[in-house]
């Protein structure tokens, strides 16, 4: 891939990795409730999850959702509920003291596994992966690498932002002194979470 296709994809990738959405909005909640080093497990999720979702798409799974209407429409419903489910855990997530150097037993992470299937049903993920194959894979003998470098450019813009998102997120909760801070942003963060389900049907 040439090195001018590689920065437009780049770009593409950064404006729709960096923009809040549920990654984004998982990922402060949970530098806030738990701080940055034990929020990395979920961020490594939902960079797994990415990276799988990709490879579905470029090898074949992605071309069934355009031929198939009716799949993407349950990849809706279950993405949207998993969103209102997540957004539930954080908006009631209990008041704890969220330590400098806080140690591995204490209060609960938000588990690797959960980053990685937020991926896999959300509509709106999906079609930021199906707009990067069709936009900037190669035909022929170099489509193989063209992917190899699309998922090199998400690879990098992921853990770019969701470095910043997580460090945004542990300022914050280092902020939120009072059991009634802690609440009130807990409940706006699950509100904007819950509030992602509507860009999902836009």
């Known amino acids: 891939m040439e090195m001018g296709l590689f920065l437009s994809l780049l770009g593409f990738l950064w404006v729709a990795a960096i923009t809040p959405g549920p990654n984004n909005m998982l990922l402060t909640a949970s530098g806030a409730n738990v701080g940055f080093v034990r929020s990395l497990p979920l961020m490594l999720g939902v960079m ?18 355009l031929i198939y209407p009716a799949l993407h429409l349950l990849l809706k419903i279950a993405g949207s509920l998993y969103l209102l489910w997540l957004s539930w855990k954080i908006g009631s997530a209990p008041y704890e003291v969220l330590e400098v150097d806080p140690s591995p037993d204490s209060g609960k992470a938000m588990p690797f596994w959960q980053g990685g299937l937020l991926q896999l049903i959300n509509p709106k993920a999906w079609l930021m ?22 998922s090199f450019a998400m690879f990098l813009v992921n853990l770019v932002a969701g470095i910043i998102w997580l460090g945004f997120g542990t300022m914050i909760g280092r902020w939120l002194k009072s059991p009634q801070a802690w609440k009130i942003f807990n409940v706006f963060m699950g509100l904007l979470t819950a509030s992602c389900v509507i860009l999902i049907w836009l």
Not at 48 to 65: E, R, T
Not at 139 to 145: L, V
Request: without cysteine.
């Open 129 to 150: 992966s199906l707009g990067a194959v069709a936009s900037f894979s190669l035909a022929g003998a170099e489509y193989r690498s063209s992917v190899l470098a699309i």
């Open 48 to 65: 797994l999850g990415m990276q799988i979702m990709l490879l579905l798409v470029a090898f074949g799974i992605g071309g069934l959702i």
